[in-house]
């Protein structure tokens, strides 16, 4: 019996509706307005001879108008999308929507990553020499479409003019397929199961009769019957036999090829999503890094509140208020206005930086990121060694620690501390994704707590996180979580951000180096960025576990290969707090007077 995976991709599709492409319905600015053509399944032959297919919304005119591209595994033609290319060419783009490689109408293998840079610049080209354009063609899309778009970017093709990527990574291993290490066990696995459903529908319409497969040996492979993962998502195997940061991961990562990029980019990243780490580096090192001038100055960042998470006012469990649903997609356009058809509409003038504060629920407008303002700042762990759950007795503050006991607890593997929302996509076990009531996890023994005081005054923390500790294990591998959260006079634990550090990983992601058993470590846990406002009556939490489960596979402590063991052993893991092992928060807070 086929396994109905469908679910996983609706709610992919429906994030990609609300978070990887403009809201058309938003589309308010006066403009002129173009009737339209269309065309279905245009051609495009890549140079290896691969057919792709796109839809292109076309305006009605003589003019040579800009290029609007997007490149989807998703689906070109899904009401999702299609508004919204209406909305753009009646304002003047031709928008063209084309199916990726292996997907839906277009030819070939689909092997995320592997072809986009080749396939991206072949359709910018072709893209950028259609009669009736201008020559510059803009992308955008988020997600895996704003993956597509980084990666042609490398390419450099001529006609490309800007990308529009939104909440996407900047590393395929670390930030999209690994964090800190671990596998994004469920990510990776909702994700693949949703995309294998298109992949299974070309491999039945393949096979036009069942003597296609008559001469097939042994009868166990009669094609058919080999619905294996291997064949469908044969790209996930590869994934867990590259744990490490290696030639396979290498030879798509951002992070080593930032010079190649040489268009202006507008990042949109987002509180709360999958990829918020990604997109944040993106920003801040194309601002040096960028292979043109005009890039470095051109870069733009908007931080929204959700991404894959969610979207609208309320995230999860919290509601963020009326002003949280910013019109995202007229600041887009708007900005390609003026680039792509040089009006002056005065997006040359905006600040670099606008960010969604948390907890206030405004937005501000700012000149760089990190803020230049923000003031690094250590909270230290304290406790008399019962630091284990919320009934114990951990506390945060400002000041140095001296003599302490270490905090204790033992990990289990085969009781893992349970995900409770965060940043996921493509569903996400109960609750739900995003901002969620943390107290259920902080029951237990197996989680530090550490809490300050009720704060007096608020307190703004944006910018980079950190936690920078001394820890120690039984085992010869171990995992160590971090999770800061804002306490609510009620109780409501709300999560805010976090990390986790697999520690063979501690030193390097590209060599493991396994521990040895009872020594003390000091390492430092990136728990990427927030900003978020604890206000007056409200307590910072900080969490430490050792798992995060499903969202994270669990470290098994044994040191063996993560894709294929099945053998667990409990650890006992230790945080050292005193005054030779000085754990803290590190926290970019903002002066009061400054806000």
Request: charged fraction near 20%; aromatic fraction near 12%; proline fraction near 6%.
């Amino acid at each position: 019996m086929r396994r109905d995976w469908s679910w996983v991709l609706r709610i992919a599709f429906l994030f990609a509706a609300i978070l990887c492409v403009p809201s058309f319905a938003q589309v308010t600015r006066a403009q002129k307005s173009y009737e339209i053509s269309f065309e279905s399944n245009v051609p495009v032959k890549m140079r290896d001879g691969v057919t792709l297919r796109a839809d292109i919304y076309r305006p009605k005119t003589d003019e040579k108008l800009p290029v609007l591209l997007t490149r989807t595994p998703y689906d070109k033609t899904r009401n999702w999308i299609t508004p919204f290319a209406h909305v753009a060419a009646a304002r003047g783009y031709v928008v063209i929507m084309q199916d990726v490689r292996g997907r839906y109408e277009s030819e070939g293998e689909w092997y995320p990553f592997k072809y986009e840079g080749n396939d991206g610049y072949d359709t910018i080209e072709w893209a950028g020499t259609l009669p009736y354009t201008n020559g510059k063609v803009g992308m955008f899309g988020g997600s895996y479409v704003g993956a597509t778009q980084m990666l042609a970017a490398l390419t450099k093709p001529p006609h490309l003019a800007a990308i529009c990527p939104t909440v996407t990574a900047s590393n395929y291993h670390e930030n999209w397929t690994y964090q800190g290490g671990a596998f994004e066990q469920w990510f990776n696995q909702s994700w693949t199961s949703g995309l294998a459903e298109n992949t299974e529908t070309r491999r039945w319409n393949g096979l036009k009769t069942a003597i296609d497969g008559m001469k097939t040996l042994p009868l166990t492979e009669y094609p058919v019957m080999r619905a294996d993962a291997n064949g469908l998502a044969p790209y996930y195997l590869d994934w867990l036999a590259h744990p490490n940061f290696d030639e396979y991961w290498k030879q798509w990562s951002m992070e080593d090829h930032y010079g190649q990029i040489q268009v202006p980019v507008f990042t949109v990243a987002a509180w709360y999503d999958i990829f918020m780490g990604g997109s944040l580096r993106n920003f801040v090192r194309l601002q040096t890094e960028a292979g043109s001038e005009a890039a470095r100055k051109g870069q733009r960042l908007l931080v929204e509140i959700g991404g894959h998470a969610g979207s609208g006012r309320k995230i999860g469990a919290v509601d963020f208020g009326e002003k949280a649903a910013l019109n995202a997609d007229e600041l887009m356009l708007r900005w390609y206005d003026h680039l792509l058809k040089g009006e002056a509409n005065g997006a040359e003038n905006d600040k670099p930086v606008k960010i969604f504060v948390m907890g206030k629920n405004v937005w501000r407008d700012e000149d760089n990121w990190p803020l230049a303002r923000a003031q690094s700042t250590k909270y230290f762990l304290h406790s008399h060694g019962a630091a284990n759950g919320i009934s114990g007795d951990g506390t945060l503050s400002a000041t140095a620690p001296a003599a302490e006991q270490r905090d204790t607890y033992n990990y289990d593997p085969a009781d893992p501390t349970p995900t409770i929302g965060g940043p996921l996509c493509c569903g996400a076990p109960p609750p739900g994704n995003g901002p969620q009531d943390q107290r259920p996890a902080e029951a237990r023994s197996d989680v530090l707590v550490f809490t300050t005081p009720a704060f007096t005054q608020e307190l703004e923390v944006t910018g980079p996180i950190g936690a920078d500790v001394y820890v120690s294990s039984s085992a010869v591998d171990t995992d160590f979580t971090a999770k800061l959260v804002d306490v609510w006079p009620n109780g409501f634990a709300q999560n805010v951000t976090d990390g986790i550090l697999r520690m063979r990983y501690r030193n390097s992601n590209e060599k493991p180096e396994w521990m040895n058993p009872g020594d003390a470590y000091r390492v430092t846990i990136d728990m990427w960025a927030t900003s978020n406002v604890f206000l007056a009556g409200h307590k910072l939490r900080l969490e430490i576990s050792s798992s995060d489960f499903p969202r994270f596979d669990r470290n098994l402590n044994t040191g063996e290969i993560q894709a294929t063991s099945t053998r667990m052993v409990k650890a006992t893991n230790v945080i050292f707090h005193d005054k030779e092992h000085p754990s803290a928060l590190i926290l970019p807070v903002i002066p009061a007077a400054k806000q």
